[in-house]
């Protein structure tokens, strides 16, 4: 019994959301094309006078007009199922998710290091050979480098090998 009105407090609360925002877009929309007020009964009555005198509809404009007067129950209540489908909490919070989503986007699309250039200053006047030469030999590697680490790893399994040699030995 709980889950039946869980289900139907769910069924009106997610019609009332979908139904405010489908008649408002639509609202807006007939007036700003059409210039009609689709919550105003004179305009319904209008438009019933207009058919009972034998109205044409001849250009595309009216066209357009009737598809959308026709489809506007069709589209309420497809959203409306469309809306069912969806969780109440991504419906209720979704603007905090799509934030969410907008600021991952936007700094997933900055680079990922930050070089600072220019920063400093160098006491002496470079020129742009001078400069490029440093740069390049910082970022080369070190001859002693490279000698130290093949040493430490030599050294270390040498050790490790004696080690072994002399626990089978002795024991």
Same mark, same amino acid.
């Given at each position: 019994?709980?889950?039946?009105?869980?289900r139907?407090?769910?069924?009106?609360f997610?019609?009332?959301?979908w139904?405010?925002l489908?008649?408002?877009?639509?609202y807006?929309?007939?007036?700003w094309?059409?210039?009609?007020?689709?919550?105003?009964?004179k305009?319904w009555?209008?438009?019933?006078?207009?058919?009972?005198?034998?109205?044409?509809i001849?250009s595309?404009?009216?066209?357009?007009?009737?598809?959308?007067?026709?489809?506007?129950p069709?589209?309420?209540?497809?959203?409306? =199922?469309?809306?069912?489908?969806?969780?109440i909490?991504?419906?209720?919070?979704?603007p905090?998710?799509?934030?969410?989503d907008?600021?991952? =986007?936007?700094?997933?699309?900055?680079?990922k290091?930050?070089?600072?250039?220019?920063m400093?200053?160098?006491i002496?006047?470079q020129?742009?050979?001078?400069s490029?030469?440093d740069?390049i030999?910082?970022r080369m590697?070190?001859?002693?480098?490279?000698?130290?680490?093949?040493s430490?790893?030599?050294?270390s399994s040498f050790?490790?090998?004696?080690r072994?040699?002399?626990?089978?030995?002795?024991?």
């Amino acid at each position: 019994m709980l889950k039946k009105i869980k289900r139907f407090l769910r069924f009106c609360f997610i019609g009332a959301v979908w139904s405010a925002l489908y008649f408002g877009v639509v609202y807006f929309v007939m007036k700003w094309i059409w210039k009609f007020n689709i919550f105003n009964p004179k305009y319904w009555k209008t438009i019933s006078k207009f058919w009972q005198e034998g109205g044409v509809i001849d250009s595309a404009g009216e066209y357009f007009f009737v598809i959308m007067v026709l489809m506007m129950p069709i589209l309420w209540i497809w959203g409306w =199922r469309k809306a069912m489908k969806v969780s109440i909490v991504k419906i209720v919070f979704f603007p905090i998710f799509w934030y969410n989503d907008y600021q991952e =986007r936007k700094y997933a699309q900055a680079p990922k290091a930050i070089t600072l250039k220019n920063m400093g200053s160098k006491i002496g006047k470079q020129s742009p050979q001078q400069s490029m030469e440093d740069m390049i030999a910082s970022r080369m590697p070190k001859e002693k480098e490279k000698k130290d680490l093949n040493s430490s790893k030599i050294r270390s399994s040498f050790e490790e090998k004696s080690r072994s040699f002399h626990e089978k030995a002795g024991g």
